[in-house]
């Protein structure tokens, strides 16, 4: 009697199968593009960001250079765009007691720069009512308003807290910041009311009443 052969058992193959560069190069290819279609969305977000911080660094530089002024019993100067410096530059200085009843000269405390994008500026369009009502809305760096003149590019602090120009008049005034790149809505203002040294920042609004016609809101 014949016993029947063994049944061979035939194992499956397993074989790898890898991208061919074509396939590579298409899921590259998406991977730019949603990059992209990421940064185009997100671009208006980094460059509000730009003036946010831009506005916040002026802001505490402001309150810190007033702060100082009290605690250290010195008069403290925020220069905006002083000469010999870029633009967009806050040069912090103060006044040394006087000697022999001779001023020393001001000495430099710190300098501070806005990102390259963002300026000490105005926008047409910006209303003709200016924040706290210093000046028109016209000139960027406006300290000097009502009591002391006007278009003054520094503020002075005192020891009392108040804002005086180099004449002694209160140095009430405002300066703006803009990115020219944006609308005029995402601009931000700042005020130094001379009397008290209070410091304001304000941002821009448009009227359910009269949609074309903006107006500056405090933050």
């Keep these: 009697m014949r016993h029947p052969l063994p049944r061979k058992h035939h194992m499956p193959l397993n074989r790898q199968r890898g991208f061919s560069?074509?396939?590579?190069?298409?899921?590259?290819?998406?991977?730019?593009?949603?990059?992209?279609?990421?940064?185009v969305a997100m671009?208006?977000?980094?460059?509000?960001?730009?003036?946010?911080n831009a506005y916040e660094t002026t802001m505490?530089?402001?309150?810190?250079?007033?702060?100082?002024?009290i605690t250290q019993s010195?008069?403290?100067?925020?220069?905006?765009?002083?000469?010999?410096?870029?633009?967009?530059?806050m040069q912090v200085t103060y006044q040394p007691a006087a000697v022999g009843g001779v001023l020393p000269p001001v000495q430099q405390v710190?300098?501070?720069?806005?990102?390259?994008?963002?300026?000490?500026?105005?926008?047409?369009?910006?209303?003709?009512?200016?924040?706290?009502?210093?000046g028109t809305g016209i000139v960027a760096i406006d300290f000097g308003q009502q009591l002391g003149g006007g278009s003054l590019n520094y503020v002075s602090f005192l020891p009392d807290g108040s804002s005086q120009d180099s004449?002694?008049?209160?140095?009430?005034?405002?300066?703006y910041l803009t990115r020219p790149a944006d609308t005029m809505y995402s601009s931000r203002a700042i005020t130094v009311w001379g009397a008290t040294g209070r410091i304001r920042g304000w941002r821009l609004i448009t009227q359910a009443s009269a949609p074309t016609t903006p107006i500056w809101i405090q933050q």
């Design 43 to 52: 671009l208006p977000i980094l460059n509000r960001s730009h003036v946010d």
């Design 110 to 134: 710190n300098t501070y720069t806005l990102p390259t994008d963002i300026s000490f500026a105005v926008v047409a369009g910006f209303p003709t009512t200016a924040p706290d009502g210093f």
């Design 21 to 39: 560069l074509l396939e590579m190069l298409a899921v590259v290819a998406i991977g730019f593009i949603l990059a992209g279609m990421t940064f």
């Design 74 to 89: 010195h008069q403290y100067y925020v220069n905006f765009n002083p000469t010999g410096f870029p633009a967009g530059t």
């Design 60 to 69: 505490a530089v402001l309150r810190d250079t007033r702060h100082l002024a």
């Design 167 to 175: 004449l002694g008049n209160y140095n009430n005034g405002v300066v």
